[in-house]
């Protein structure tokens, strides 16, 4: 196996500290100035602290979890396809996302999110 290098041992710090919901060691992979998007262009947060107030809500999901299904490294771009285990309001689920990180001096500069419809689990299973 090879070791992580580059763009994406930023991304997987960050994917790392995730799962575990440690919202310091995530946010040490986030620039100050980083900007997080809805894939294309909806901006959903400014800056460090944005990023941080979005994902401190998350980090409380008790069944949060993102598992890595592919990825691809260009240069400083990394683009990940997951599947993230949520708690949503109506229930436990997961939802497929691709992302899609800029990374700029070892820390992610920008990111676009592109996800698609929750499946709920089945409360009888």
Known sequence: MNAIT????AVQGQLDAYNARDIDG???????????YEFPSRLLAE?????????????????????????ITLGNLVVDEETVTRN?????GEVDVVAIYEVEDGRIARA??????????DATA
């Open 6 to 9: 580059g763009a994406a041992l």
């Open 47 to 71: 800056g460090a602290a944005a990023v941080r107030a979005r994902h401190e809500e998350r980090f409380r999901e008790p069944d949060l979890f993102g598992r890595l299904r592919n990825r």
């Open 26 to 36: 995530f946010m040490r992979w986030w620039a100050e100035d980083c900007r997080y």
């Open 112 to 121: 676009w999110f592109r996800m698609g419809p929750p499946r709920l689990h």
């Open 88 to 92: 949503f309001p109506e229930g436990p």
